[in-house]
């Protein structure tokens, strides 16, 4: 299928400022998801979106949350000589020295995840992996010193994919 190359209006300031990430994201493990049925994606002019992830019985997404106005996305790509290489990547900060960052960190670091943003204002979930593309827990920094007792944590991958609205739910295991 051949894209028609969008015309990309301005915006105003609304629309481009920073700290939109809601302190809460949510995550559910890549092993978790049902793969036997996948979500509608629909990616055209109008609309970006994803239908909800199927997980597998008992399964539900667990909530994350960073300290406030820490979370920051980023997606870079550059082109290389046979193709382009592209990093995404979610950053935030968990404060506090607790025995649940603890048990993340120790059990979580490297597994494969799908993750989803509430943006501040709008309260839209936007799911920032999909099917078979998931991010990895790849990185954290903590600290416990004169300034803050603090972790940041790093989701990555290295898909062309960009991120696109959710219209699942992100609830919690029962």
């Given at each position: ?67 406030k106005n820490t979370a920051g996305r ?99 295991a029962e």
């Amino acid at each position: 299928m051949i894209q028609v190359i969008p015309n990309i209006a301005a915006v105003g300031d609304q629309e481009s400022q920073g700290k939109r990430i809601y302190n809460k994201i949510y995550i559910v493990l890549d092993d978790d998801v049902d793969y036997n049925t996948l979500p509608e994606i629909t990616v055209s002019e109008e609309a970006r979106t994803c239908a909800a992830l199927t997980l597998k019985d008992g399964k539900g997404w667990a909530e994350i949350n960073f300290a406030k106005n820490t979370a920051g996305r980023t997606s870079e790509g550059s082109q290389g000589d046979i193709t382009t290489a592209v990093t995404n990547t979610l950053t935030g900060t968990v404060g506090g020295h607790r025995t649940e960052v603890d048990n993340f960190l120790e059990n979580f670091v490297g597994r494969a995840v799908h993750v989803v943003e509430v943006d501040r204002f709008t309260q839209k979930k936007y799911i920032l992996t999909r099917p078979y593309s998931p991010m990895y827990i790849s990185a954290f920094s903590g600290r416990k010193n004169a300034d803050n007792t603090s972790t940041d944590i790093t989701f990555s991958n290295e898909s062309f994919f960009q991120p696109l609205e959710y219209l699942g739910s992100v609830t919690n295991a029962e």
